[in-house]
């Protein structure tokens, strides 16, 4: 019975939580901390954590955490399921119309339209990124501005666009340099 809860509580998830991981988290919150009362809200919040310094989307990260956590890996892998089946099924749906009507020109037109609009919702979560790095204490004033991320963003835009370094090793190294100025500094 557990099993089949886990997996109907992260199928919502997984339905309803257009717009990405942070979107789910109040989906999540709701289903496993106020419905079910799996966990605490300080255990959602020390997952919330976790899910997000791990690699992968946060809200299957989040599934398999409670899952673990309630019902072992069992109901790790159920409720991983049941989050990624809404994707599973549309996503497939989308590659079988795509692959039978790629060739229309409306559909290639369609496409040729999203394009702009995909490179724009990227450069806006791009954007946001760097304004919070750059401004962290909130307000946008050239007193407030990070100097230090400031610093990393530039060498780090250099280091990939003009030398194009690999990116894993960018963001090493600009995770030892941070380190080391927030060690000289305290």
Sequence with gaps: ????????????????????????????????????????MQEFTDLITIAEMTPGPIAVN?????????????????ATLGCIFPALILVSLL??????????????????SLR?????????????????VLFSG???ALESVNRTGAVLFVLA?????????????VMCLCGVAGLAVGLIAA
């Design 1 to 40: 019975m557990i099993y089949l809860e886990l997996f109907l509580s992260f199928l919502q998830v997984g339905l309803f939580s257009i717009g990405g991981g942070y979107a789910a988290m109040p989906l999540i919150q709701s289903q496993v901390v106020q419905q079910h009362g799996w966990i605490t």
């Design 62 to 78: 989040s599934a398999t955490f409670v899952g673990i956590r309630i019902a072992g890996i069992g109901g790790a892998i159920v």
């Design 95 to 112: 590659a079988l119309i795509y692959g039978r009507y790629r060739t229309l020109d409306t559909l290639q037109s369609v496409l040729s």
């Design 116 to 132: 702009p609009a995909v490179v724009a919702l990227i450069a806006s979560a791009g954007l946001s990124i760097l304004l919070q």
């Design 138 to 140: 909130g307000a946008m």
């Design 157 to 169: 835009f250099l280091a990939l666009r003009r030398f194009k370094w690999n990116p894993i090793l």
